[in-house]
């Protein structure tokens, strides 16, 4: 298993504003994952982060508005940047740490844009 | 990654099994099933996983059919705590953490 914190759990951000979120595993893993879960609705993946390369996004999700950071193995961060209300979302990391390709999630950070 | 259909939602007993199905009529022959729950405004947690064989840990049990295009996870004794959104996911072990979540079932167990 894996132990997954996030930082900041929550915040409240003012439209054009950039947040920085954080992402700590308890171990080293190869590739962290980002997810977006709008508000009533399911998760959608944002991109994947792997060490030492750049991420790979999804359809719909661009590096500008959503630059990714994985400077080591244990350690990723996601920026929501030029906010909107519409990105009022929970932003959730990830790793497939298990032997059967089993996710842990991290806690998630509740971002709310006004 | 196959496509799977949940019930939108179910109602359990406290005490009593709690019974969710997953179809995924389409699943690939090394694609696993994987169930995660989410409770309320916290991050989704694993359950179990399987691919072939019937699967049972400290949480659930995992009921995969002999053609593999349904299966249920059951919660023995279901608690109030058990109060969440499931998710059942197919996907082969190597991209499961790409993940497609659908909108799960929400099961709500009443007193």
């Known amino acids: 298993s894996a132990v997954i914190s996030q930082k900041p759990s929550r915040d409240i951000c003012q439209r054009g504003t950039s947040l920085t979120i954080q992402c700590q595993v308890d171990?080293?893993?190869?590739?962290m994952f980002w997810y977006r879960q709008q508000p009533g609705q399911s998760l959608t993946l944002i991109a994947t982060?792997?060490?030492?390369?750049?991420?790979?996004?999804e359809s719909g999700f661009v590096i500008d508005k959503f630059p990714i950071s994985r400077p080591n193995l244990t350690f990723s961060t996601l920026t929501v940047s030029n906010m909107s209300p519409e990105d009022s979302s929970i932003y959730l990391c990830s790793v497939d740490k298990g032997q059967g390709g089993e996710q842990y999630f991290g806690p998630g950070t509740r971002l709310t844009v006004t | 990654d196959a496509k799977t259909t949940q019930p939108t939602s179910m109602d359990c007993a406290e005490g009593r099994a709690a019974n969710l199905p997953c179809n995924h009529s389409?699943?690939?022959?090394?694609?696993?099933v994987y169930w995660y729950r989410q409770i309320h405004s916290q991050g989704p947690q694993y359950i179990i996983h399987g691919l072939k064989n019937n699967e049972t840990n400290e949480m659930a049990s995992l009921i995969i059919t002999e053609d593999r295009k349904s299966s249920t996870l059951i919660l023995p004794h279901a608690t109030l705590r058990d109060t969440a959104v499931y998710y059942c996911i197919v996907s082969l072990a190597a991209n499961a953490g790409k993940s497609t979540f659908g909108d799960g079932t929400t099961l709500t167990v009443k007193p």
């Open positions: 389409t699943i690939s022959g090394n694609e696993y």
């Open positions: 171990s080293q893993v190869t590739m």
């Open positions: 982060a792997n060490q030492g390369s750049e991420a790979t996004y």
